[in-house]
């Protein structure tokens, strides 16, 4: 059966610190498969997603170990060469990961940081699609990220994470790749802000490493017409995912019927600023605007930028690096539907 796959990058740092990759290969258990990716950068069963868990971190280690070994094996300050290799440790990624087998209908997902994947779940009963999420955000915000991280540094809980804004030691997520400061000790990481101009030290790391590139795998079995949405947290940041599920889903119902909605301007009537020091407009139904019938990833984006709010569209991709940062993030969507969305269900 064929299937289809729409992909957009927004950006906003310059240049983008988002990455996409799609690709289909040989899967884990032998069977053609959809391999789909979004990674977001800054500054049995059992048996497959240990599998999946393995690869994750073993190029995070790779990543760590060869920094690691440049180091010790060069004696001259500020070299080149082991600032080439320490380069990937020094900076991080968050990746979330769908791997889809077409015969099985299997749908795997795996995710290190605050990526997200959401299924458009379709129901004959209703006629509807609802919203379910693949993934959960690994954040100060996720329980199950502060009761781990208590585990393995215990009576630090107060020192390392905020309650208030979600951040570990000042970074927003809890686990992904390189990122050194959240996993070398403190005196390694000095040695390196003297010697190979890296960052200073996170000023509470006590018992590194805090972080880990180890990604949680979900496994379900998907229907031809549902669809599944993977996006970096830009896109997360201003909509929801019952939201995102509908916006789909609308542009489904416009993209089958070859025509749009019918799109009148609104005006925001403003907005309020988040514990980060965002604007925290929402991106809501009543919005949206449905009229990029040649891509859904690119009418996710663009309602999340403002929808039938032209002003506040246009204002958010006037406004450049290194302003915008303070705005809006690089955003990058992917919707995969299992099917041709013009085949009957």
Not at 168 to 190: E, P, Q
Not at 224 to 244: C, E, H, K, T, Y
Not at 249 to 258: F, I, P, V
Request: proline content about 4%.
């Amino acid at each position: 059966m064929r299937g289809r796959l729409d992909v957009t990058r927004v950006a906003s740092n310059n240049p983008v610190e988002d990455e996409w990759s799609i690709g289909i290969g040989q899967g884990i258990n032998g069977e053609k498969t959809l391999f789909a990716g979004v990674f977001d950068g800054h500054a049995s069963g059992e048996a497959i997603d240990m599998a999946i868990k393995t690869a994750f971190t073993s190029l995070d280690e790779r990543i760590m170990t060869n920094a690691r070994k440049a180091v010790e094996a060069e004696n001259e300050p500020g070299s080149a060469e082991v600032n080439s290799v320490l380069a990937p440790a020094f900076a991080g990624s968050c990746a979330l990961l769908t791997m889809y087998e077409p015969k099985t209908s299997t749908l795997r997902t795996a995710v290190a940081g605050d990526s997200r994947a959401v299924l458009g779940l379709w129901s004959s009963d209703t006629g509807t699609f609802t919203a379910h999420a693949l993934s959960k955000d690994q954040t100060g915000f996720n329980e199950e990220e502060v009761k781990r991280l208590n585990a393995e540094h215990p009576g630090e809980g107060g020192d390392i994470l905020s309650s208030e804004t979600g951040r570990l030691m000042g970074i927003a997520v809890t686990r992904g790749f390189g990122d050194h400061r959240w996993k070398w000790t403190n005196d390694f990481i000095n040695f390196l802000q003297s010697n190979f101009y890296g960052s200073a030290a996170r000023p509470k790391s006590k018992t590194p490493p805090y972080m880990t590139a180890a990604p949680e795998v979900t496994t379900r079995t998907v229907q031809p017409s549902d669809f599944v949405i993977l996006a970096s947290d830009g896109l997360w940041d201003v909509m929801s995912n019952d939201d995102a599920v509908t916006c789909v889903s609308r542009w489904l119902e416009a993209y089958r019927n070859g025509k749009a909605e019918e799109v009148e301007d609104a005006k925001i009537t403003g907005y309020t600023v988040d514990n980060d020091g965002y604007p925290s407009y929402k991106a809501t139904p009543e919005y949206f605007a449905i009229e990029d019938l040649d891509n859904a990833a690119v009418c996710l984006v663009k309602n999340a930028l403002g929808g039938r709010r032209r002003g506040l569209f246009r204002g958010l991709l006037t406004i450049s690096t290194p302003v915008s940062r303070d705005i809006r993030d690089d955003i990058t969507v992917q919707v995969i539907f299992f099917k041709d969305p013009l085949m009957k269900k």
